[in-house]
């Protein structure tokens, strides 16, 4: 029987196995006939091809000499006429403001990219008052059929063409190198002007004159080929630019660097994914294609954000260690770069998906309503994404008024006193890992909601958990808790020097959610969790009121002494190092009287953790003052004088000693 149990085992995971084969082999099967009937129909339309495009030459011969093409010829000249001389029009009174910029001298990359942005919007809007003027006036000209397309096809070429030159001209600006926001040669950045200015007139005459020709002149094939001959000149420039880039790349070994293994070229990865890419779209389509191509540049912008964004601030970031963090008000700068960068990183992102749905041509309204399990998932996983992004820029956000605000306040240096900002120093560093905690868990429960998951069990299950936690951790919750109470009430500070009733004492360094560090004057380090602390004793808040006394011989007088401890202390007052750290000045009584001495009981009050050395200067000022009077201080030394008489002699010895001396003694 179990024999037969096992066969039957074996048979059905070999039928499962060669199941999921016959699958895979069929989806492989499908995959390749449809690349092989795209490859039969581009050769179909490259052998098509010829004819429309000689008809197409025919027609617009046999057009260009009749009435109707003179007047549009004529039309168009118009109408470049109206186009350049309304932008000329305008350069006449930006190009003194857009020379200014250029003659700009600039002291920083912050400067730097705040020029190259105004000169941004001032080429943009010349190349909005070309297109608008080019556009609108044709719509004024009456066409004849066809030409007025043919009229704004060729407008938006060059507006796309001029809009890539451009953005590739603020980034890489070959002159003046001043105003350049990435780092490179000169004529490296004319030659990225050249290779983007090709890619954007192949890719723009590839798109708009493909699409002409299939909608208006009814010439697909013609349409087809003009699209496989930019896609494939276009790969070939990028392949040919990264091969370039790699032939000018020195390895590790031929730099100098003391790498053992070279780094792996950049050049050659992205020729493989411009080869791949093109690959797809012969084999799969031009949405795969887009889309793929749009996530490669997602990531490689995503890449370069980081240093891109970080060189802005690179002379505030290198200079930053330099400066004390006490005195500065200005923000830290990589918290600015950290959140321009997070920012940033958003901003692709949604550009990407947003270049993915027209790319895809996406009916978004009937894409959410769609019951398609595939289509489903990606909507979700968007939200998931979304919260993500969202997520991130809330935390940048707090964390960088947190830091921020600690940045200002500095570090509490070991002699100072704790002043107002202690309880910050104490409070942010745990608000922000509490946000911090909040933040993740927020986006584990909000990412498995979007997902589908139910996490009303996983709510209900955490609160069992929890109370069990509770149950089994009682001392755990009760030093958390402690430690709420403790800071809600302001009890102790970083800093601040302080007593348990556990016996432990010392300087407030750290706090954390159950234990605080306390550092010991002679140095060690003790930590205890809240729920030990007991009773606690500050000694670092508001005042202190030190006293000690004087032991002076019994002959002095009283009144001379508390008069000159009096001056002393206004001495003490006066003094420019002593008197800002003493709130009430040096004062002393006569507090009791021994057999031959007098204790003078002196006080005074002080900030906290100032009293030693102002009770230090008080000693020295006192000690100096007694002996300028005259005055010593009374000895620890008492004498005791014993007297022994004959008789008491002779209850000790019945023989006396014949020249027994009179018994006297000094007893210490």
Same mark, same amino acid.
């Given at each position: 029987m179990s024999t037969m149990k096992h066969l039957t085992l074996i048979v059905g995971a070999t039928l499962a196995a060669s199941s999921a084969h016959a699958a895979d082999a069929g989806m492989t099967m499908g995959v390749l006939a449809h690349s092989k009937a795209r490859i039969a129909s581009f050769i179909a339309d490259f052998a098509m091809a010829r004819r429309e495009f000689d008809a197409l030459g025919a027609s617009a011969s046999s057009a260009l000499m009749s009435g109707d093409g003179v007047r549009a010829a004529t039309y168009l000249l118009i109408l470049l006429m109206i186009g350049c001389g309304a932008e000329?029009?305008?350069?006449?009174?930006?190009?003194?403001?857009?020379?200014?910029?250029?003659?700009? +001298?600039?002291?920083?990359?912050?400067?730097?990219?705040?020029?190259?942005?105004?000169?941004?919007? &001032?080429?943009?809007f010349a190349l909005v008052i070309f297109t608008v003027a080019t556009i609108g006036a044709s719509a004024a000209f009456t066409w004849p059929p066809g030409v007025h397309e043919i009229v704004v096809t060729a407008t938006l070429i060059i507006v796309a063409i001029r809009a890539a030159l451009v953005v590739t001209f603020t980034l890489v600006s070959p002159r003046?190198? *001043?105003?350049?926001?990435?780092? @490179?040669?000169?004529?490296?950045?004319?030659?990225? @002007?050249?290779?983007?200015?090709?890619?954007?007139? #192949?890719?723009?005459?590839?798109?708009?004159?493909?699409?002409?020709?299939?909608?208006?002149?009814?010439?697909?094939?013609?349409? *087809?080929?003009?699209? %496989?001959?930019?896609?494939?000149?276009?790969?070939? #420039?990028?392949?040919?630019?990264?091969?370039?880039?790699?032939?000018?790349?020195?390895?590790?070994?031929?730099?100098?660097?003391?790498?053992?293994? $070279?780094?792996?070229?950049?050049?050659?990865?992205?020729?493989?994914l411009v080869l791949a890419t093109y690959v797809l779209w012969i084999v799969a389509g031009a949405k795969a294609a887009a889309i793929v191509a749009i996530v490669l540049t997602v990531i490689a912008c995503q890449i370069a954000l980081r240093p891109f964004i970080f060189s802005f601030w690179k002379d505030r970031i290198e200079a930053t260690p330099d400066q004390p963090a006490a005195t500065s008000d200005a923000i830290d700068p990589t918290i600015i770069a950290g959140g321009a960068l997070a920012l940033a990183r958003l901003i692709v992102v949604l550009v990407g998906l947003a270049a993915c749905a027209i790319a895809l041509d996406l009916p978004l309204e009937a894409l959410a309503m769609s019951d398609i399990p595939i289509v489903r998932f990606g909507f979700k996983l968007?939200?998931?994404?979304?919260?993500?992004?969202?997520?991130?820029?809330?935390?940048?956000?707090?964390?960088?008024?947190?830091?921020?605000?600690?940045?200002?306040?500095? $570090?509490?240096?070991?002699?100072?006193?704790?002043?107002?900002?202690?309880?910050?120093?104490?409070?942010?560093?745990?608000?922000?890992? /509490?946000?911090?905690?909040?933040?993740?868990?927020?986006?584990?429960? *909000?990412? %498995?909601?979007?997902?589908?998951?139910?996490?009303?069990? %996983?709510?209900?299950?955490?609160?069992?958990?929890? #109370?069990?936690?509770?149950?089994?951790?009682?001392?755990?919750?009760?030093?958390?808790? *402690?430690?709420?109470?403790?800071?809600?009430?302001?009890?102790?500070?970083?800093?601040?020097? #302080?007593?348990?009733?556990?016996? /432990?004492?010392?300087?407030?360094?750290?706090?954390?959610l159950r234990t605080v560090a306390l550092r010991h004057h002679n140095g060690p380090l003790h930590f205890v969790p809240y729920g030990s602390l007991g009773t606690v004793r500050n000694n670092s808040r508001d005042w202190v009121v030190e006293k000690f006394n004087l032991p002076l011989p019994i002959s002095v007088d009283s009144e001379q002494i508390r008069k000159l401890i009096k001056k002393v202390g206004?001495? @003490?007052?006066?003094? +420019?190092? &002593?008197?800002?750290?003493?709130?009430?000045?040096?004062?002393?009584? &006569?507090y009791r009287i021994d057999p031959g001495v007098k204790i003078f009981r002196c006080k005074f009050e002080t900030t906290p953790g100032k009293q030693f050395d102002v009770r230090a200067a008080a000693f020295k000022l006192i000690e100096q003052r007694l002996r300028d009077a005259g005055i010593r201080f009374a000895e620890s030394a008492q004498t005791v004088v014993l007297q022994q008489s004959s008789s008491f002699a002779g209850m000790i010895d019945e023989k006396p000693r014949e020249a027994a001396p009179p018994a006297s003694a000094a007893i210490a």
């Open positions: 000329w029009y305008y350069w006449t009174f930006a190009y003194p403001p857009l020379r200014a910029i250029e003659a700009s +001298p600039v002291a920083s990359p912050r400067q730097a990219a705040i020029l190259a942005v105004r000169r941004f919007w &001032i080429v943009v003046p190198p *001043s105003l350049r926001l990435i780092a @490179m040669s000169t004529r490296k950045a004319a030659w990225i @002007m050249i290779i983007v200015g090709a890619l954007a007139a #192949i890719a723009a005459t590839g798109s708009l004159v493909s699409d002409l020709l299939e909608r208006t002149f009814s010439a697909p094939h013609a349409a *087809s080929a003009l699209r %496989l001959f930019a896609v494939t000149l276009a790969a070939a #420039i990028l392949l040919i630019a990264a091969a370039i880039g790699l032939r000018g790349r020195k390895t590790a070994f031929q730099s100098g660097h003391k790498r053992r293994i $070279p780094a792996f070229p950049k050049h050659f990865l992205a020729a493989f968007l939200e998931v994404l979304a919260l993500v992004l969202l997520t991130n820029v809330a935390w940048v956000a707090i964390r960088t008024r947190i830091d921020h605000r600690l940045k200002q306040i500095g $570090p509490l240096a070991s002699l100072d006193e704790p002043g107002p900002n202690a309880r910050l120093l104490t409070l942010l560093p745990i608000l922000r890992m /509490t946000a911090a905690v909040v933040l993740a868990v927020l986006l584990v429960l *909000s990412a %498995l909601w979007a997902i589908g998951v139910e996490i009303t069990p %996983l709510l209900a299950g955490a609160g069992v958990l929890g #109370i069990a936690v509770g149950f089994g951790a009682q001392a755990l919750v009760r030093d958390v808790i *402690s430690g709420f109470f403790y800071l809600a009430e302001d009890v102790f500070r970083v800093g601040e020097y #302080i007593e348990s009733g556990s016996s /432990t004492k010392g300087t407030v360094e750290r706090i954390t206004e001495e @003490m007052m006066e003094d +420019p190092e &002593i008197g800002p750290q003493m709130r009430e000045p040096l004062k002393g009584k &006569i």
